[in-house]
C-alpha cells in the first residue's frame, strides 16, 4: 500500500443509498464547491441554471430519443456469452464499461428491465478482469509499454472500468455491491500508486500515463489523466475514501496543459503534454484533449481556470468537426457533449445541435455508428457506439458524475 493511502470502504449505512440521494448530494457539493467562470468580460460562461432540453425543440428530441435507442437496441445484440461487448482484447474491459454507461444514461439499470440482466453480466465481465496488482485488464501487462498493446491501454482500461463502477455502485444487488466495493478499493490504491510515481519532469507531476507505476522514464498526457481523474470523481461521489490532495494533483497537471499563446489555438486550448514536459514533442492541441481538460476542471471545481473560459470561446468560434476531420471523432464528441452540457447556456444551445447532427448522420440503418478512423477503427462499432449515446444523453442527467 501506497504510504499515506487509506482505502477506506463505505461504511454498512450508506452502502446501498439509492441513486436519487447520491444525485441529491452530489448536486448540493456542485453548489457549494465554487462560483461561476468570469470570461473576460464580466460574464459568466458557466450557466448558474441551465436547461439543457432547451438545445432542441421537442420533434428534434424525439429524432435523438429515436436514435439512442436504435444503438442500445443494436448494442443489446452484439453482447457475448461472457458478458463482453465485443472490441479488440487490448480495449478491453474499458469498450464493456462505456457500454454499460451507455445504458444507464438512458435510464437502464441493472437487474431491472429490458436490459438488467445483460447489465449485470457485464458489470460481472468487467469484475473478473481485475487483476492480482489491482488494475482492470483482459489481458495481462508486461513491460515495456509499447504503442497499442496492454502494457499501453492499460491505465485506459482501469480508469475507464473504475470510472463505470463508481458510477454503478449502489445501482445493484447487495452482492455484487460487495463485490465492487471490494475491486474499487484494491482498484484505487493502484490508481494511486501509478499517479504518485517519480516523474521524468516536474510538470509531469499529478498525472497519469501509461505502464507500470515502477516502469522507467515515467511521464503523464491529457488523455490518460482525463479518464483517471473522472475514476477519482466517480469513486468519491459514491463515497469511497479519495483525498481531495489526489485530485488537486490531477489538476495541477491539466492546468500546465493549457496552450495560451493565441497563435497555437487553431485546433483547441489544450496540449497532450504540458510545454515544460514535451518542448521538443507535437504538442497535440486536439479538440479531444480541449473537451477533456475542460471536463475534468469543471468537474474539479476549477471553473475559474483561464482555459475554461478560452475554451468555451473556442467551441463558439468554431463549427464542430465531421467525422473524417477529427481523428478521434467520437472520444471527442462524448467528452465535448459532457463538458458543454456542465458550461450550460447559451453555450450547450449552441454546441450540442451541432454535435447531434453530426452524429446522428452517421448512424447505420441498423442503428450502431460505424468504426471511427485512425486508432478508433480498431475498437469498432460497440465502441463509437457507446460514445456516441453517451455524447447524446447528457440531458438526462441520468450518470451521477455529469451531475450539474
Known amino acids: 500500500m501506497v504510504q499515506g493511502m487509506v482505502a477506506v470502504m463505505p461504511n454498512e449505512?450508506?452502502?446501498?443509498?439509492?441513486?436519487?440521494?447520491?444525485?441529491?448530494?452530489?448536486?448540493v457539493c456542485m453548489l457549494i464547491s465554487n462560483g461561476v467562470v468570469m470570461a473576460q468580460d464580466g460574464q459568466s460562461v458557466i450557466a448558474a441554471n441551465a436547461n439543457l432540453s432547451a438545445a432542441l425543440p421537442?420533434?428534434?428530441w424525439t429524432r435523438v430519443e429515436a436514435a439512442v435507442d436504435?444503438?442500445?437496441?443494436?448494442?443489446?445484440?452484439?453482447?457475448?456469452?461472457?458478458?463482453?461487448?465485443?472490441?479488440?482484447?487490448?480495449?478491453?474491459?474499458?469498450?464493456?464499461?462505456?457500454?454499460?454507461?451507455?445504458?444507464?444514461?438512458?435510464?437502464?439499470?441493472?437487474?431491472?428491465?429490458?436490459?438488467?440482466?445483460?447489465?449485470?453480466?457485464?458489470?460481472?465481465?468487467?469484475?473478473s478482469t481485475q487483476r492480482q496488482r489491482g488494475y482492470f485488464s483482459l489481458l495481462p501487462v508486461t513491460p515495456p509499454s509499447q504503442h497499442l498493446t496492454p502494457s499501453q491501454t492499460v491505465t485506459y482500461n482501469h480508469a475507464i472500468a473504475g470510472l463505470m463502477l463508481g458510477e454503478v455502485y449502489g445501482m445493484t444487488s447487495l452482492d455484487r455491491s460487495q463485490q465492487i466495493e471490494e475491486a474499487m478499493a484494491?482498484?484505487?490504491?493502484?490508481?494511486?500508486?501509478?499517479?504518485?510515481?517519480?516523474k521524468k519532469a516536474e510538470s509531469d507531476i499529478g498525472g497519469w500515463r501509461y505502464g507500470y507505476p515502477e516502469g522507467?522514464?515515467?511521464?503523464?498526457?491529457?488523455?490518460?489523466?482525463?479518464?483517471a481523474l473522472m475514476f477519482l470523481r466517480s469513486a468519491r461521489n459514491a463515497e469511497f475514501n479519495v483525498p481531495k490532495s489526489y485530485f488537486d494533483e490531477g489538476l495541477d497537471f491539466v492546468e500546465r496543459c493549457y496552450e495560451a499563446d493565441p497563435e497555437q489555438?487553431?485546433?483547441?486550448?489544450?496540449?497532450?503534454?504540458?510545454?515544460?514536459?514535451a518542448p521538443n514533442e507535437n504538442p497535440q492541441i486536439t479538440l479531444a484533449n480541449t473537451a477533456s481538460a475542460m471536463l475534468t476542471l469543471i468537474l474539479g471545481g476549477r471553473h475559474?481556470?483561464?482555459?475554461?473560459?478560452?475554451?468555451?470561446?473556442?467551441?463558439?468560434?468554431?463549427?464542430?468537426?465531421?467525422?473524417?476531420?477529427?481523428?478521434?471523432?467520437?472520444?471527442?464528441?462524448?467528452?465535448?457533449?459532457?463538458?458543454?452540457?456542465?458550461?450550460?447556456?447559451?453555450?450547450?444551445?449552441?454546441?450540442?445541435?451541432?454535435?447531434?447532427?453530426?452524429?446522428?448522420?452517421?448512424?447505420?440503418?441498423?442503428?450502431?455508428?460505424?468504426?471511427?478512423?485512425?486508432?478508433?477503427?480498431?475498437?469498432?462499432?460497440?465502441?463509437?457506439?457507446?460514445?456516441?449515446?453517451?455524447?447524446?444523453?447528457?440531458?438526462?442527467?441520468?450518470?451521477?458524475?455529469?451531475?450539474r
Not at 469498450?95 to 429490458?114: E, I, W, Y
Not at 489555438?265 to 514536459?277: D, E, I, T, W
Not at 453555450?347 to 485512425?374: K, Y
Request: glycine share 8%; charged share 20%; hydrophobic share 35%.
Open 58 to 60: 421537442p420533434g428534434e
Open 265 to 277: 489555438q487553431k485546433k483547441g486550448v489544450f496540449r497532450y503534454r504540458p510545454l515544460a514536459s
Open 70 to 127: 436504435r444503438g442500445l437496441e443494436w448494442l443489446s445484440s452484439q453482447q457475448m456469452e461472457d458478458g463482453r461487448f465485443p472490441s479488440d482484447d487490448i480495449a478491453q474491459p474499458a469498450v464493456t464499461s462505456f457500454a454499460v454507461m451507455a445504458f444507464l444514461s438512458r435510464g437502464h439499470l441493472p437487474g431491472q428491465g429490458r436490459y438488467g440482466a445483460q447489465l449485470e453480466k457485464a458489470i460481472d465481465f468487467v469484475l
Open 304 to 403: 475559474e481556470h483561464e482555459g475554461v473560459a478560452v475554451g468555451v470561446d473556442w467551441f463558439l468560434a468554431n463549427e464542430y468537426p465531421r467525422p473524417w476531420q477529427n481523428g478521434y471523432f467520437y472520444l471527442a464528441s462524448y467528452y465535448s457533449s459532457q463538458a458543454m452540457a456542465q458550461v450550460g447556456g447559451d453555450t450547450w444551445n449552441r454546441v450540442f445541435p451541432q454535435i447531434a447532427r453530426s452524429l446522428i448522420e452517421e448512424q447505420q440503418d441498423e442503428g450502431h455508428w460505424p468504426p471511427g478512423t485512425g486508432t478508433e477503427r480498431r475498437f469498432g462499432s460497440c465502441y463509437s457506439t457507446s460514445l456516441a449515446v453517451l455524447a447524446l444523453t447528457p440531458a438526462y442527467q441520468l450518470l451521477p458524475i455529469y451531475q
Open 13 to 27: 449505512q450508506t452502502r446501498f443509498c439509492c441513486v436519487t440521494c447520491r444525485i441529491l448530494l452530489i448536486a
Open 216 to 227: 522507467p522514464d515515467a511521464s503523464s498526457d491529457m488523455s490518460v489523466t482525463g479518464w
Open 186 to 198: 484494491r482498484a484505487l490504491i493502484y490508481h494511486r500508486e501509478v499517479q504518485s510515481r517519480e
